[in-house]
């Protein structure tokens, strides 16, 4: 068995302070806590925590740190990784939910392996997140991404979109995963950075750093974590998200 890991949660945000709220606390609800919650923010408004949940923070003995930057999720993950001093960084979207004992199920896992055995590992999403028959056509047609647990393998299809297996029965290693939910080696994703080159929310971009990451180390995707994800609107414009796909 490795020695116990710590972590440290990033979080990009912009314009969804209510949403970001209900993020921060399942973050300090985790049984296994972080050394740093580090809440990247682009919002028109900065950003500005209340009083009850940094008072919240110190006494659990975890540092909140929030950085401002320009909006772009791939430069606020960057920027916040940057901020971490931990082996491992655990990425969280502001509308993912994760319940209290994800982390400490993630880190359990690998500690299992040790810290340089894996370059990643994620949980499964909520059964309740699954699209249905028409959906996953729908996301065919449109070459999107397609998620079913029918299958028993995450893999990159010839078009190099991904069909991922979102519940798989037994742990799995996978070529890519989103970052709503996933936790890293740190010193991979600084070696690996996300690309920075369109503003705001480009669909794909953590898929993109996942295939690179991956290359040096796996990433492992195991069925006990759960995390829910009800997209919330905000920074994902759909006439230019096909431009960046383009």
């Known amino acids: 068995m490795g020695s116990e890991l710590s972590y440290s949660i990033v979080v990009p945000t912009k314009d969804r302070h209510d949403i970001l709220l209900v993020a921060l606390e399942n973050a300090l609800a985790q049984t296994r806590r972080p050394d740093r919650i580090v809440i990247v923010d682009s919002s028109e408004q900065a950003l500005v925590l209340p009083e009850p949940i940094l008072a919240r923070a110190s006494a659990a003995g975890v540092d909140v740190t ?42 359990r896992r690998w500690e299992r392996e040790g810290l340089s055995a894996l370059g990643g590992i994620v949980g499964a ?55 709503g939910a996933v936790a890293y080696r740190t010193d991979l994703v600084r070696k690996h950075p996300f690309d920075e080159r369109f503003g705001g929310y480009a669909l794909g971009e953590d898929l993109e750093m996942a295939v690179r990451l991956s290359r040096d180390a796996p990433i492992l995707q ?8 009800q997209p919330a609107s905000g920074g994902r414009n759909a006439r230019n998200r096909w431009y960046y796909r383009g």
């Open 125 to 179: 999403t909520n059964p309740a997140d699954t699209p249905g028959p028409f959906a996953r056509i729908l996301r065919r047609l449109l070459m999107l991404h397609v998620a079913d647990s029918r299958r028993t393998r995450t893999f990159i299809r010839r078009s190099g979109k991904v069909w991922f297996v979102d519940r798989p029965r037994t742990e799995v290693f996978v070529p890519a995963a989103g970052a």
């Open 66 to 107: 929030v950085l401002h930057t320009r909006p772009s999720t791939s430069a606020q993950r960057n920027v916040g990784v940057r901020h971490v001093g931990s082996p491992i960084v655990l990425f969280l979207d502001d509308d993912v939910t994760i319940p209290a004992t994800y982390a400490e199920t993630l880190l």
């Open 222 to 229: 195991i069925p006990e974590a759960h995390y829910a994800h």
